[in-house]
């Protein structure tokens, strides 16, 4: 899956959390949607995956994936 795809699959799910971090990360996300610019957000990706480790686990999977294609592609 190629990166844009997988990031507009992460705001999708984010979108459906009612939570701070969800709602924070999803914004971060669709503006990186939008500017075509990653700036920081492999790190908060990363920062986030942890905060929903135990709760979402799948969701945190896909964070960890997203987060390591910003990094594969030097972004």
């Known amino acids: 899956m190629e990166l844009r795809a997988q ?3 992460l705001a999708r799910r984010l979108h459906l959390l009612d939570d701070d ?7 971060d ?6 500017q ?3 700036d920081d957000l492999g790190d908060r990706l ?10 979402h686990p799948e ?12 990094a594969a592609s030097g972004l």
């Open 29 to 34: 996300v669709q503006r990186s949607l939008e």
């Open 46 to 55: 990363t920062e986030s995956a942890v905060h929903f480790e135990t709760a």
């Open 36 to 38: 075509d610019e990653h």
């Open 7 to 9: 990031l507009e699959d």
């Open 59 to 70: 969701l945190a999977d896909l964070v960890r994936r997203v987060a390591d294609a910003l």
């Open 21 to 27: 971090r969800a709602r924070a990360l999803h914004a």
